[in-house]
């Protein structure tokens, strides 16, 4: 049975990096980050293929977050640089039983718990 566990978010100032962690990743899993503020809907951010080997992101993030994995480890990452006041969201790693990738959260069956990010301006 697949859990996700993810850490690593915490408050940071505008301009900063963080990185989250998401363990319980099964290496035959597409895996994908999504992120959810206040009064919205819970948006894509990233995701990635099961071997790791394919990538995409969400515009508004696109050039300052890398998505990543270690299959080893079975753990997912989520380097985020330059944040904005903007990326302040709850954060959300997802499993999904296909192993390429997948942006709507529909195709994902499994959720970690959230993790906060809040970036102050």
């Known amino acids: 049975q697949v859990h996700l566990v993810e850490s690593g978010g915490g408050l940071v100032q505008a301009g900063d990096s963080l990185r989250l962690s998401c363990t319980g990743s099964p290496s035959t899993y597409g895996m994908g980050w999504f992120r959810q503020a206040p009064g919205k809907e819970r948006d894509f951010v990233a995701a990635i293929s099961a071997a790791g080997g394919g990538t995409t992101y969400a515009d508004s993030v696109k050039g300052r977050v890398t998505i990543s994995r270690d299959n080893a480890k079975n753990t997912m990452y989520l380097q985020m640089n330059r944040l904005k006041p903007e990326d302040t969201a709850v954060y959300y790693c997802?499993?999904?039983?296909?192993?390429?990738?997948?942006?709507?959260?529909?195709?994902?069956?499994?959720w970690g718990q959230g993790s906060q990010v809040t970036v102050s301006s």
């Open positions: 997802a499993a999904s039983p296909n192993p390429w990738l997948t942006i709507f959260r529909e195709g994902y069956r499994v």
